[in-house]
């Protein structure tokens, strides 16, 4: 039985594709799983539970605002755990300090936390005003307000229209460039008034023709695109994919879960080469959905894409 509802918090939704993880993960007693994107530690509390006290659960996130909220959630179970301030991009270094260079299961739930989009302060949210930062590592990095001041209009339409699948991503950038201009953006609310007046008249494609899908607020694509592009997180993904299969033991198994076309290329791709080349020996047909039920009940987790992938036994 799976028991994510009794560690929800009252207001909080499900972590995303839970029995699907589960499932993917097939995690034991007495296993030792990193969770390379802990945040609020929604999918973490279930695998720790699991592990139990002969197990460990090692988490990672690159938000140290995300990593309080997630000791005090794990720590109840008084069970073995460690997190760290880290990018997953430098997993095995993270995993040789546990001392446990090579896990049983692993996970990676992409993109942003919930805690992170509501803190106004942070810059990820479009319908919250605040400064346009949007690094999920405050200790480096440039701002995307800083980002948007220098960015070339060509380079911003373009990163508008790979990392945000945005139809209008040549009349945004242009709009961003003219806007700029004037006098800096700063703020969120400047950055979302800029796209509604540069988008009024961009014709029906907010009206969405397919049943089934959901129609986005005219910045949700912009904001994505820049919080991919503030933090590289294709780069570090590529990165993470690279080392996946020594961080896992033989017969480990991975998770990944993306929210954008460009992430879920990447996993597929690497997880397909990784089949190839042997270091893995079974990989998901095609990409795990969430459920309808789960789609309306949590608008995040319409786009979600769980792909898994085991490591061959034999190498
Ligand atoms: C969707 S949330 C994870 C939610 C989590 N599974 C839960 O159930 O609460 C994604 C998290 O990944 C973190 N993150 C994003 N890129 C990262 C990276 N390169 N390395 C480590 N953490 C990262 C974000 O800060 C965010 O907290």
Known sequence: ???????TPPGEHRPVLLEEVLAALKPRPGAVIADCTVGGAGHATELLRICGPQGKLIGLDLDSANLPRARERLAALELPFGLHHSNFAGLPAILAA??????DALLADLGMSSMQVDDAGRGFSYVRDGPLDMRMDLTRGRTAAQLLMTLPQAELAQALHDFG?????????????????KQPMERTGDLVQVIRTATENAGPWRLHPKPGRWNLHP??????????LVN??????QHLLRVLPDC????????????????????????RDGLRGGSYDEISADPVRASMAERNANPR?????????RRSPST
């Open 165 to 181: 699948d945005e139809p209008d991503a040549e009349r945004i950038a242009a709009a961003i460039v003219s806007a700029r201009g």
């Open 301 to 309: 987790a319409r786009s979600a894409k769980l792909r898994w992938a």
């Open 98 to 103: 546990e001392n446990a260079p090579a896990v």
């Open 232 to 237: 590289r997180e294709l780069a570090n993904l």
């Open 1 to 7: 039985m799976i028991r994510g509802h009794r560690s």
């Open 219 to 228: 910045a949700a694509r912009t904001f994505q695109a820049l919080r991919i």
């Open 248 to 271: 896992l033991r033989p017969g480990g198994r991975a998770a990944i879960i993306s929210f954008h076309s460009g992430e879920d290329r990447l996993v597929k791709a690497a997880f």
